[in-house]
C-alpha cells in the first residue's frame, strides 16, 4: 500500500537549517506530483512547498521563498525540503503529500 514517512525534523535555532526527507513507496513515485504541508495546533494543514513529476516545476508559499528548497529523488523514492534561516513562525508538524496519501508528520521547533 501507498506509505510516506517523513523524517528530519528536530529542535534548531532561529536562523538554523533542518533537512526533511520523505520516503515514498507502494506507487509509482515519478509520476505523482510531491508537495510538503505543515500544521500548528488549532489551524489546518498549510501548504508549503510541491514539486512537478517532472522536476522542473515548483511551487513555494509567500511565507518560505527564499529560504526553504524543495526536491526529489526518483530513483530512491525520496523527496526532500531543504529549510534554511528559520524562524519561530515555522515551528510546525511538517507533513510529506503525494497520491492523495499523507505521511504521519515530522515535528520542527524552532526556538532558541
Known amino acids: 500500500q501507498v506509505q510516506l514517512v517523513e523524517t528530519g525534523g528536530g529542535l534548531v535555532q532561529p536562523g538554523g537549517s533542518l533537512r526533511l526527507s520523505c520516503a515514498a513507496s507502494?506507487?509509482?513515485?515519478?509520476?505523482?506530483?510531491m508537495s510538503w504541508y505543515r500544521q500548528v495546533p488549532g489551524e489546518g494543514r498549510k501548504f508549503v512547498a510541491a514539486m512537478h513529476p517532472s522536476g522542473s516545476i515548483t511551487n513555494y508559499a509567500d511565507s518560505v521563498k527564499g529560504r526553504f528548497t524543495i526536491s526529489r529523488d526518483d530513483n530512491n523514492q525520496k523527496m526532500y525540503l531543504q529549510m534554511n534561516s528559520l524562524k519561530p513562525e515555522d515551528t510546525a508538524v511538517y507533513y510529506c503529500y503525494a497520491n492523495n496519501h499523507w505521511g504521519q508528520g515530522t515535528q520542527v521547533t524552532v526556538s532558541s
Open positions: 507502494g506507487f509509482t513515485f515519478q509520476n505523482y506530483a
